[in-house]
């Protein structure tokens, strides 16, 4: 798991290789990665957008930006927080993800950025 901190705002990855969707001889590898957003501040956020970067070991790399995840933008209280689980496919059997999160203050509508940190993805063949 990865783990960073932002401006009171805690995010955590868990990465899992998926090779039932996963097509080796069409260079597919699929991989499922979990989000835990937890909200340590004293402050009501919003997470309004997300953008990501997205590297295959190969050298390609891709953005993918837009609003709220997997269709919502939530609403986070102090102490608590938000998880969801989302896909992504690369070309090779190794790469990275990081990213950021525009979150904006319910109190006053104050938009900052919260840091996505960089996490690896492997076919778990790769790590033998």
């Given at each position: 798991?990865?783990?960073?901190?932002?401006?009171?705002?805690?995010?955590?990855?868990?990465?899992?290789?998926?090779?039932?969707f996963?097509?080796?001889?069409?260079?597919?590898?699929?991989?499922?990665?979990?989000?835990?957003i937890?909200?340590l501040?004293d402050?009501?956020?919003?997470?309004?957008?997300r953008?990501?970067?997205?590297?295959d070991?190969?050298?390609?790399?891709r953005?993918?930006?837009?609003?709220?995840v997997?269709?919502v933008?939530?609403?986070i209280e102090?102490g608590?927080?938000?998880?969801?689980?989302s896909?992504?496919?690369?070309?090779t059997?190794?790469g990275?993800m990081?990213?950021?999160?525009?979150?904006q203050?319910?109190?006053?509508?104050?938009?900052?950025?919260?840091?996505?940190p960089e996490f690896e993805?492997?076919?778990?063949?790769?790590?033998?």
């Amino acid at each position: 798991m990865v783990t960073a901190i932002t401006n009171g705002i805690k995010i955590s990855v868990e990465t899992a290789y998926q090779d039932d969707f996963s097509n080796h001889d069409q260079q597919r590898f699929t991989f499922a990665y979990r989000i835990n957003i937890e909200n340590l501040s004293d402050h009501v956020i919003q997470l309004k957008r997300r953008q990501w970067f997205i590297f295959d070991s190969n050298g390609t790399q891709r953005e993918v930006e837009g609003e709220g995840v997997v269709g919502v933008q939530p609403v986070i209280e102090p102490g608590s927080y938000h998880s969801y689980v989302s896909a992504c496919n690369l070309s090779t059997d190794m790469g990275s993800m990081s990213g950021n999160y525009l979150m904006q203050l319910m109190v006053d509508n104050t938009e900052f950025i919260v840091e996505i940190p960089e996490f690896e993805l492997i076919v778990p063949y790769r790590l033998n």
